[in-house]
Nanobody, 125 residues
């Protein structure tokens, strides 16, 4: 029932910017907490950013000051603006959502039940 589709990934040079989008359908979008996660080959999935119903945001230390998470409820779309990209940002980026409170208080992947298929981001130096 719940469908999440990411887009906007691609290749970029260090210092460039990319904007990822996540289109949501099949659920009450505005009542879900949503987040962005990323996973590089051979590494575990890590939380990047999260946004709560009221717009409150949380970021991983590695992206603070460079990435911005936002949402457009009218369009049922979540965004991740990525500035000053670094090679270590290279990963598959996933959009995630969950309506339960636990998803609004953590960046742990285990707290989110609904996931998109991911969009690849590759940053070269």
């Amino acid at each position: 029932q719940v469908q999440l589709v990411e887009s906007g990934g691609g290749s970029a040079q260090a210092g460039w910017s990319l904007r990822l989008s996540c289109s949501a359908s099949g659920y009450t979008y505005s009542r879900y907490c949503m987040g962005w996660f990323r996973q590089a080959p051979g590494k575990e999935r890590e939380g990047v950013a999260r946004i709560v119903h009221d717009g409150t945001t949380t970021y991983a230390d590695s992206v603070k000051g460079r990435f911005t998470i936002s949402k457009d409820n009218a369009k049922n779309t979540l965004y991740l603006q990525m500035n000053s990209l670094k090679p270590e940002d290279s990963a598959m980026y996933y959009c995630a959502a969950d309506k339960r409170w636990r998803a609004c208080t953590t960046l742990a992947a285990s707290s989110f039940d609904y996931w998109g298929q991911g969009t690849q981001v590759t940053v070269s130096s």
